[in-house]
């Protein structure tokens, strides 16, 4: 079977090798309506998946990623027009070099191919993934999370009867209609079809696509995000940082999951913040320093200063200076979003040069790492990898380029 | 072994980061100035390496690429300056987005951080790829082939001794002393410390790389080139290409491996096309139509079409159309670069668009797919994969980068 969908994909890629930007973009509002026409089959299939996974005792972050309503869809409808009216990727001249002996070589953007997605329980990454891959010339192979497979599977079929209207071919969105972990691994196994896989998820998915697939991977998504507390700032600045980047939504990878903070401030300040921070319901783990100044915070054990809680859970850590916050986040980071706050521009030049995430901040949360908030439009994921793509990927993420060379009877001296 | 050589590799990458332009190239110039002080020890080792293998019967093509003579040397020392001379890659600002909220976000150019390159018999990648590593802010790791390991060592230490009076760490360029391959696999799962690998060498070396890395790959350098002759086309054109693309330099990547002729004009022309390559001492292979028209050529067997030979080896191929030349490349090809001879420009066009490769050709031969030819620069490898770079791969592409935001205090909405 999922050789098969392997096959169609390629299939269908060579087909869109051949389309207008025209082309692309009106199957994406075909896709857009259908997805509104049929909310209602949506809604049904997705409050199976969530009764289910309720009945499995899945916990309120994963819930709150599983569950769509009436308004989730209409942004998924949304996200894919938007993306329709973004400026075409496809055949950007991106250099042009004339060799001395009169050949023109030109690189020129082209689609990736086929596109792999693998993904856990949010079902609006199949609408957002295929609008993306469709947007940028490529098929897709949609492998979501089992807790979300009737959701996946109803949005594929709506999708794909969509398509049908249009000219961009069927198979350019499918979605695997299996949530057993062989089929996973069978499709990490297909280079000669699949161009680049991209696993959307936590820390665990991202790690088994990494040690089994064969085909080129792009990490994304594992936000141990944190924050730096530099001795000079004060609650004003710092506080609402701290709040935002903790709390406003901790189930997803850039929300803050570390706070480190210098020990010139840490017995003047810490108080407080963990008391504003336990009104959001925030458990807090400390490393010892903290807990002598706080006795009734947990310690953190070794293995938290490296967890992705994605839950209303902060490690604290005070920190001799800028030197130990900068090696600690990249001893135990995730390469995702970092934060200082900090009045002094040279102590934030040096965290901003010196950490090695693909997104630096300097007096503003975390929680900005994201495709719409950067300016890009509609991502397809974060990348923590530094390969390809680095921080937010959007449709020009999943093209590649091609060297077209123009001569007259050259040969090589 | 291999952990401290990768943990050393790290830490000198850290303090790469802080260095200038300026540190970079005069360290390059430095590494250029001991190759050539020090040519006579090079040539010294690089003689027990060649002697070995011969021994071992190391075929000619490759006997070729491993040994070193004073102006291979001086070629070596040349390329380190012109990659000193090469724009800095480093610090560029890329894109620039003010958010509404005020909020300035950059993408800059930095660092990959540790390159590790996995190569074969050319000794003169060792320096090269030293050269472009230190000039793009990165350290590197160089693991060779046992039959140059001689070589490597020496110029590694010649190397690593030009750097102890620079402000590039000495451990910015080191060299395994080990051709076990035990040893390579411990270094393909180093991805705590190493951010990209790269293998460059033929097709068995780039697939085990494939299949053993944990590391992110960028895979070079395998090529199984095409000429496709269009039924237009006349010998006055095709005849010097298809001889350049072959007999030129038949041990790299960029050679001819395979000709394909359309049916219209292969009777009336392959005899010519084939007593030409011999006059070259080509060895020709053809499928069961060019064997009807030339008796006395051996058949191909199925694995033929699929092999790049690095030898002056080439494979015959009748084809009925446009169509089945661009599937037939398509199925067997390496994706890295094909040509078609033909005075028609649409369908030169459709060649182009359609063939999946990093560079395709309009009359002009294969040889060209070059970084210095393109007008890169020295280049680290050729890249096959679409991930991340496409064809040649010089300074720029050893890079990645890093968002830096600066705020007042913005929380997300």
Redesign the interface.
């Known amino acids: 079977m999922i050789e098969d969908i392997c096959k169609r994909a390629k299939a269908a890629s060579?087909q869109m090798?051949?389309l207008s930007a025209e082309q692309r973009n009106s199957a994406l509002c075909c896709m857009a309506d259908a997805l509104e026409a049929n909310v209602d089959d949506i809604l049904l299939a997705n409050a199976v998946d969530v009764r289910a996974a309720e009945g499995r005792g899945l916990k309120a972050a994963l819930l709150d990623r599983l569950s769509l309503d009436q308004k989730k869809v209409g942004n998924m409808a949304r996200e894919l027009r938007e993306v329709a009216a973004l400026a075409d990727p496809i055949g950007t001249v991106l250099s042009s070099?004339v060799?001395p002996n009169g050949?023109i070589?030109k690189?020129l953007r082209v689609p990736?191919?086929v596109v792999g997605v693998i993904y856990e329980s949010r079902p609006n990454v199949t609408s957002d993934s295929a609008g993306v891959c469709v947007k940028s010339g490529n098929a897709v192979i949609l492998r979501g999370g089992s807790d979300a497979l009737q959701s996946n599977l109803c949005i594929g079929k709506i999708l794909r009867e969509a398509l049908l209207n249009t000219d961009v071919p069927v198979d350019a969105v499918q979605v695997v209609n299996s949530s057993d972990r062989r089929d996973a691994e069978e499709l990490m196994g297909m280079?000669r079809y699949i161009?680049?896989l991209i696993p959307r998820g936590g820390a665990d998915l991202i790690n088994t696509v990494?040690?089994k697939s064969?085909i080129?991977?792009?990490e994304t998504g594992t936000g141990n995000c944190h924050i730096y507390l530099e001795e000079d700032t004060d609650l004003?600045?710092a506080l609402?940082?701290i709040?935002?980047?903790k709390t406003?939504r901790p189930g997803v990878c850039n929300a803050a999951e570390k706070l480190l903070i210098n020990s010139k401030i840490a017995e003047k300040y810490l108080p407080k913040i963990i008391t504003e921070l336990r009104k959001y319901k925030v458990e807090i783990r400390g490393d010892q320093k903290t807990c002598q100044i706080m006795p009734d915070v947990i310690e953190a054990t070794e293995q938290d200063w490296y967890t992705e809680y994605l839950d209303l859970i902060i490690g604290i850590k005070i920190v001799e200076d800028l030197t130990e916050a900068i090696s600690h986040i990249?001893k135990y980071g995730t390469k995702h979003s970092e934060a200082i706050i900090t009045y002094d521009a040279a102590k934030?030049a040096r965290f901003?040069?010196?950490i090695?995430?693909?997104?630096?901040?300097?007096?503003?949360?975390t929680?900005?790492?994201d495709g719409n908030?950067?300016?890009l439009g509609t991502e397809i994921g974060i990348s923590t990898?530094?390969?390809?793509a680095?921080?937010p990927m959007s449709i020009q993420h999943l093209t590649?380029?091609?060297?077209?060379?123009?001569?007259?009877?050259?040969?090589?001296k």
């Open positions: 060579v090798v051949g070099y060799h050949l070589i690189q990736m191919g280079r161009d680049v990494i040690e064969k080129p991977v792009i004003d600045m609402p940082i709040i935002n980047a406003q990249n934030a901003m040069q010196e090695d995430s693909a997104a630096v901040y300097w007096n503003a949360s929680r900005f790492t908030q950067f300016g990898q530094k390969l390809h680095r921080g590649t380029t091609k060297h077209v060379i123009e001569g007259n009877g050259q040969t090589r």
